[in-house]
């Protein structure tokens, strides 16, 4: 009898490799099998196996058995939420109170459950953990263009979310939105779950308890979760991971100005936070669609409401602390919750970014119809901010919507070639004497190398939302998941 496993052994390394890898494609449950035909093998299916995880609380009781062993394979925890159905009538009158009284804790327990289980893991290299939360009627209705999934783009015709249907309602009418949702709608999508994070607050100390986890390096909070985090809620779960070196944070943005206010002051609170953790890397991105930014603005115009509309003036004090969290960051990318302008205006004389490579940041001012002297002023600011970041490889100052698109680059090689800034986008902003100068003395400072200007312009018509316009700009550093910049393409697509 023939000795399977001297025959694996005596194949060529190249095809062992060419089998391996055609094995480990398979997405079934073959792949448990193929884990116990030798140790070799357990090594690298355990790895598909366990490396990446998506759970609900109906799998925690067997996710709490699995092994030392088999914990050190986990890479990534996707915890996926789900909300219970409704539909379109559910959500007028007190079908919205009933629906908050049937989910009141199932947020929290979820939360609470796997923390509770984690917090029994021993520190490994990394663990990411990704919470998102959504219920399955989210694209039933009128938003059957939504994407949901994990943090991974889908492979080609395998798209997330639903299928549309070609039934003709909700204002779709073969497969194409033809009819905007209503404001209603959109609040029902999107603002339900602030109010269902206060529910739970005022329980009582319902997160005081939460335990503490090691074990988790990296947190993502996607804008796939439609409904906006509570503030509260995100600093007692930032609270409770003293190990957390990386952190992406997706909101939606608020619709009236009044929220984006009170919204504004609680997430100082947060960027307070973040100065007491070992974070390296913080991206943040308020997410929005013009869409329905234009349904507000009908809404304010009808009520003669100022504080209704879709406008977003970044908040100064926000911008401040953000600036002085970051001071120990290693990389920062915060588009649209911050602006440029406010944020590099604020360092004290005795602030440093000594950690600092690299920095992204979106300002309102970016804009077409911006005079070249405001834009010129911004980017002056922004050498001399970068003189406060010695180790500054990169900055990228950048604004994107429908039909427009920009950024300015800085970027240095350390000294092996001449130092770049680049201005590309849908218009051509002449740079100024003063601005060149300013960053041709950020080059010398840092590496001692000359400074080379470039421009290219894009095609505004290829830009439909600012989805489009982060794909188009070919930004350095990432400003969102990966996975999260196909969904707005994809969901503004539809």
Request: hydrophobic residues 40%.
């Amino acid at each position: 009898m023939v000795d399977a496993k001297s025959c694996w052994g005596s194949l060529p390394p190249e095809i062992r490799i060419m089998i391996i890898k055609a094995l480990i494609q398979d997405d079934g449950c073959c792949v448990v099998h193929y884990a116990t035909v030798s140790r070799e093998w357990q090594t690298i299916f355990g790895q598909k196996i366990f490396g990446r995880l998506k759970l609900t609380p109906s799998r925690f009781a067997s996710f709490a058995k699995i092994t030392h062993r088999q914990r050190t394979l986990v890479k990534y925890i996707w915890l996926c939420i789900e909300l219970q159905v409704y539909d379109c009538w559910q959500m007028r009158d007190f079908g919205c109170n009933r629906w908050h009284e049937a989910n009141i804790n199932v947020i929290g327990k979820a939360i609470w459950g796997l923390f509770s289980i984690l917090s029994r893991w021993v520190p490994s290299e990394s663990l990411v953990l990704d919470i998102s939360v959504h219920s399955p009627s989210d694209s039933q209705h009128y938003f059957r263009q939504l994407q949901f999934g994990s943090d991974a783009i889908p492979e080609a015709n395998n798209a997330q979310g639903t299928v549309i249907s070609h039934v003709s309602c909700h204002g779709w009418v073969k497969s194409q939105q033809a009819i905007p949702p209503s404001q209603e709608a959109i609040e029902d999508a999107i603002d339900r779950y602030y109010w269902f994070f206060q529910d739970i607050e005022m329980t009582g100390d319902f997160w005081r308890g939460l335990p503490e986890v090691t074990a988790v390096t990296g947190l993502l909070l996607r804008r796939q979760t439609r409904r906006r985090w509570e503030p509260e809620t995100l600093r007692a779960i930032l609270g409770r991971l003293p190990r957390l070196q990386e952190f992406y944070y997706e909101p939606w943005r608020e619709w009236n100005r009044l929220d984006q206010q009170e919204t504004d002051e609680q997430t100082q609170l947060i960027f307070k936070l973040l100065t007491f953790r070992q974070l390296k890397r913080v991206v943040l991105f308020e997410d929005f669609n013009d869409d329905y930014g234009a349904v507000f603005q009908v809404f304010k115009e009808f009520l003669d409401d100022p504080d209704i509309g879709p406008v977003r003036t970044a908040d100064v004090a926000l911008s401040e602390a953000l600036a002085q969290a970051s001071l120990d960051f290693q990389q920062l990318s915060a588009s649209f919750i911050v602006d440029a302008r406010w944020f590099l205006r604020a360092p004290q004389p005795t602030w440093v970014w000594n950690q600092l490579t690299s920095l992204v940041l979106t300002s309102r001012v970016l804009v077409p119809q911006e005079s070249h002297a405001v834009v010129n002023d911004l980017l002056q600011a922004a050498a001399t901010a970068a003189m406060k970041m010695p180790r500054l490889k990169s900055m990228e100052l950048w604004n994107g919507g429908r039909d427009f698109a920009c950024v300015f680059r800085y970027q240095s090689s350390g000294g092996i070639r001449p130092a770049k800034i680049l201005w590309r986008g849908s218009w051509i902003l002449p740079l100024g004497h003063r601005t060149v100068s300013a960053w041709e003395t950020v080059a010398g400072q840092h590496a001692q190398c000359d400074l080379r200007v470039s421009k290219e312009l894009l095609d505004a018509d290829s830009i439909n939302s600012h989805g489009d316009a982060i794909h188009h700009l070919g930004l350095l550093e990432p400003v969102l998941r990966p996975v999260s910049l196909w969904q707005i393409r994809k969901e503004i697509g539809a």
